[in-house]
């Protein structure tokens, strides 16, 4: 039963630790920097090219080359620590394991036509059958007729 509070504590608290690291990164998303507080300062009385002068390029995931454009390169945030929980669960071993000299040992030529189409032939087979014994009883039937129209003339 301990093991079990110990465990239930442990998640609670890294539950907690990424929570706080959330926040964080939300605040630090969401403080305005001196640029834009430069420019939410300026009155309604401002004419439009001052605002222009006054604005900048905001740079988050791009590294520009030029030094002038690398004064608007934003910080980067706190990496977050990500545990892949599904690189974490251990594969099944196979059940089933291969015999290594089995691939190695050709197949008859047949083989995959005879798994392929053994079905229809087994149905063809049947046919066949069934076609060869009519026309037995056809020709049995047919000598029968000549045998007793031209029977034996005594």
Request: aromatic content about 4%; proline content about 7%.
């Amino acid at each position: 039963m301990a093991g079990q509070e110990d465990s239930i504590e442990v998640v609670a608290a890294t539950r907690k630790e990424m929570i706080r690291a959330l926040r964080a990164a939300q605040e630090l998303s969401n403080t305005p920097d001196e640029d834009s507080a430069r420019i939410n300062n300026n009155t309604d009385d401002d004419n439009e090219a001052s605002e222009e002068t006054n604005m900048s390029v905001k740079f988050r995931n791009y590294f520009p080359r030029d030094k002038k454009l690398m004064e608007g390169k934003l910080k980067t945030g706190p990496i977050l620590k990500f545990d892949d929980p599904i690189a974490a669960v251990v594969p099944f071993p196979s059940e089933k394991k291969k015999d290594p000299f089995k691939d190695l040992v050709p197949k008859p030529p047949h083989f995959e036509l005879q798994r392929d189409v053994q079905k229809r032939l087994d149905k063809l087979e049947r046919r066949t059958q069934k076609a060869l014994c009519k026309i037995m009883e056809q020709e049995r039937l047919k000598q029968e007729n000549e045998g007793g129209i031209n029977g034996p003339s005594c």
